[in-house]
């Protein structure tokens, strides 16, 4: 639980990075959905905030089945969002501003309207055939194999007109490219290579532990442990459809492209891995120091853990035993995927989870909104968008909750856009916006702001170590040091106040009022000196 003794770590390290969701950051044309120019608007918000970089959620070319994770041309911007001199423009105000820009690699699958996709398809015999994953029916007809798309049923789309099955790992808009055929890989590459030049500082790379299956395509291990009414995924262990040690490969390959970026520059790119695995598997993502892969393989546990603090503590000191000794953590509490954090722990420990977030030690990833504390949304069955929720209805997958536009202040839209947003606001947003919360000293916007400045004005919270402390039930504990100063970091993760004897200085708690000597108040979190 060592923490960087070097005083110059990289800003991949030291940085918390804020995740936009372009199409709900800010309209800037009128026609309800955000773009890039939106988001050039906002950036004093973003740099005031306190965060150091900025990822942006897929803004390319995009029939938008996916919002944007089905890729119709790796190397331009979707009108929608904006063009390409919009983009250019955006960079450089990121830039200005001392910012860092990470785009969202999206290698996995294009959309089914990319050019290659659309010559692969077109005959069994096209060049591009071998591009993405085609094969004939089993021999019992039906398809190839028993593997399950994430948003439910077959991962196989049957193509009529050439008589074979193409892979599919989400939607049938998401045909899974094929990464064993080199010509993909460098056209892939190529793509990275494009944004790179244009000045982008990494990527957050989509699904990245998807992007190989295994040799021969052999049927996963059914679950034994799923039941009806779950996420149909899960019916099978998606034991040969992910994780290969070939993908291991090409992600050390796209590291080293990142690296002849950085290398004599003084400007590090860096890489984060969307990886959804047990520690001691997502470890070997980091690679090694000779052969190194993503600077940050994503660290969902929070998000998939009870929120208790026995549980967390264990969690925090698995992933702490899992890292490579060059491995540099990093954790994520929300995300355009999951559950808001204030929807599932509930306002009060959603402040605790943001004091949580921000003090453990690793890059946070901050996704827009947490900040204001936005908590359950209902999306009427009307307006539902999802596609994850469209296909499985009802069983609690819908990501549009996470989705809603960012509310600014209470004027129309929330100030988000001149038209009724593609997604309704959360029902509070009257008061629940960045204007009404600017001037409330207690508003979760105001707690975030003083925890990443008090993040970056303490260098033992931005790259001391970590060690975790007993304490009563109900309470986690850990300090974090860095030459000989420590901090202390007390969470009460319960509503009801806990005995606890502790000793120093109050740096700031969730909470108003004083803190109170002898005991964490309920739903209380503390940073003490
Ligand atoms: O949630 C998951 C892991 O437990 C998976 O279902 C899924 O792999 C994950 O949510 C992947 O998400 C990313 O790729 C998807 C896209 O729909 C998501 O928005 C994106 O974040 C396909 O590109």
Known sequence: MDGDSQQDAPWWKRGVIYQVYPRSFQDSDGDGIGDLAGIEQRLDYIAALGVDAVWLSPVFPSPMADFGYDVADYCDIE???????????????????????????????????????????????????????????????????????DFGGSAWTWDEATEQYYLRAFLPQQPDLNWRNPAVKAAMLGAMRFWLDRGVDGFRIDVLWHIVKAEGLPDNPINPRWKPGRNERDRVLQTHSTDRPEAHLISA?????ADDYSRGTGRERALI????????????????????????????????????????????????????????????????DAPRIAARLGEAQARIAMMLLLTLRGTPTLYQGDELGIGEVDIPPARVQDPRELRQPGIGLGRDPSRTPMAWDDSVSAGFSAAEPWLPLHADWRTRNVAAQDHDAGSMLNLTRTLLSLRKSQAALEIGALRLLDAPPGVLAYERCIDGRALLVLLNLTPEAVTFSWEGTVLLSTLSGEAAPGMVRADEGLILE
């Open 79 to 149: 009108p929608m969002f904006g063009s390409l001199a919009d983009f250019d423009r955006l960079l450089d105000q990121v830039h200005a501003r001392g910012l860092k820009l990470l785009l969202d690699f999206v290698p996995n699958h294009t959309s089914d309207q990319h050019p290659w996709f659309v010559e692969s398809r077109s005959s069994r015999t096209n060049p591009k055939r071998d591009w993405y994953i085609w094969r004939g029916a089993a021999p019992g007809g039906g398809p190839p194999n028993n593997w399950i798309s």
């Open 253 to 257: 390959e796209m590291r080293a492209l």
């Open 273 to 336: 891995g969307e990886i959804f695995l047990p520690y001691e598997r997502l470890a070997r993502w980091y690679g090694t120091p000779e052969r190194p892969q993503v600077h940050l393989p994503f660290n969902f546990g929070l998000m998939e853990h009870r929120w208790d603090a026995a549980v967390l503590r264990k969690l925090i000191a698995e992933y702490e035993a899992a890292l490579p000794p060059w491995g540099w953590p990093n954790w994520v509490v929300g995300s355009h």
